[in-house]
């Protein structure tokens, strides 16, 4: 996992799957910042870990920004019941897309 | 080829568990997106048995099986006990609450075609991951064969026996094979895998699939019989057989028999079985024409709704035969044979020409864990319980997984103990009082070794219903029924 904080701002790109290996990883680098961004294009897949850690980050009112998720993840949290409020509180870029809600088709 | 891995129970290994998931379920032919899917329910298996482990070494196990139709995961551990049912996933209380409990089973349960969770009490507990290998059924490509069953009725065919044409199964006759079973059953064949050729090729391929082919003259396929290779012995099951309704009755299947014991004979095989449906005699009396000898009879052992078109409206689940015949029988076979079923085993084998000569245990005593390998059917919803050693708490550990099995949803479940080496007498012995009844003798059926199987079903057995045709089926039955007389009275007086 790469990842660059500065002041408040932290910028993660992965290297691999997001579970709760990185989950715990991210959660620690994050605690004192402001906003999150996490580039998942290296990620086949994004666990229940992951969006639990994702939650706990919008939770804590932290500003969380994803990059090019895998399309798994947005059947996860629509599994979860939770694609709703991710669509409120997290702003996701597709690969070559604008930016947009967590909403894309979740 | 299966995989076995063992890894700490550590969170570092997630990753390379999901991993490694990911490219065999690509190799063995998933899609991206389902490789990802059973990627994922693995990933929150591993995450689950990691979160329970405790401190220091622990460790897991993982499998990786497959078949042409089918990819099994199966992880294996010693944590805390655990009930996925006492912790299922509420959204309203994650998003309430933060409390993400059950969420990873959820998951699983969601991406895996089948999730099965055992419990196998101290034995430890296993996770079960399947996902179907999707191929293209034949529906979709059939083309120039005679009508489906229940369509315009085809003339038969004028054509001399010796006309037509033998030959064993290549890969290239798998979308043939297909639309022959289309044909003759429409899809009411038990089997489903062989309505998708691109399986059929791959069995045939991999000679795990052993078959032929009658075609006309003009290269017609119009008839075809199969045995499957056992997966972990040195024998076959002749499973599938079809003739297309105008070239019936010229003896095509009994050439085929003939040519596929020869094929059989050719490999090396030990045996062939087959699986008679005892709702008639037929199948029974055919096999015995070629020397097959009923050795069990394994009730309730597919779903009747799987027997449809053929027998209408079977009140219950069909049970069946196991014909065996020897290639090459032994004169004697020395075995560890129980008390309790000397006598009709040694008939059993006696049918073959075998003499069984009684093994002696020397008296040693049991090792304290057994060895038991779950094997589940999840199309028949069956399971057998392969037992390579007999250990101090066989029952505990077969009694917990049979009713973890039947919780599952697995109503019919077959233990099978070994007869080769000491520990069938105890087994027996544990085993009483639990509910299980003979099926019979299972010759060569693991690792080249007979077994003596014993069964248990939730389904309801009306054994009036039970056809066995030759004096040993009727000996077997006979015991059968005798044995659930007692567990009912037993159960009665408590």
Known sequence: MEYEKAEDRLKVALQRDFNLFTAERIEALAEDCTHVRIDMGASKIVDSEAVRALYRLVGAGKAVHLVDPPPIFFEVLQVLGLDDYFARHLTVRERAQPEQGASRDV | MDAHIRLKSDVSVIGSAADFAYKWALNAGLDTRDAARLSLAVDEVVTNVVRASGEGDDTFEMEFRRDVSQIEVIVREFGEPFDPDRHRYDSARALAEGRFVGAGMHLVEHFADEFVFINKGHAGKEFRIIKNIDATRIAVIRTQFPPAPGQAAVPASTLPTEDYVFAEAVPEDAEDIAKLIFHTYGYTYAKEEVYFPKRVEEALRERKRLAVVVRTPRGDAVAYFAMLRALDSCIGEVGEAVVLPAHRRRGLMTHMLEQLIGIARREGMRGLYGEAVTVHDISQRVNAKFGFHTTALLLADFPSTRYRDLVEDFPQDISVAIDFLFLDPPRSRQVYLPEKYRRILGKIYAQHGITVVQATDEGAPLPEGSQIDVR??????????????????????????????????????????????????????????????????????????????????????????????????????????????????RQKTG
């Open chain 2, 376 to 489: 589940i059917d999840y199309t028949y919803r069956s399971a057998v319980l392969v037992v390579s050693e007999v250990g101090e708490d066989l029952s505990a550990v077969v009694t917990q997984t049979v009713s973890s099995l039947f919780e599952e949803n697995v109503p019919v479940v077959y233990v099978d103990l070994p007869l080769f080496r000491p520990g069938a007498e105890e087994a027996v012995q544990q085993l009483e009082g639990h509910g299980f009844l003979l099926a019979g003798l299972m010759p060569v059926f693991h690792a080249d070794q007979d077994y003596l199987r014993l069964q248990q079903t939730l389904s309801p057995i009306d054994m009036e219903l039970v056809v066995a045709w030759s004096p040993v089926a009727r000996e077997i039955k006979k015991r059968v029924e005798s044995e659930m007389r007692w567990n009912t009275k």
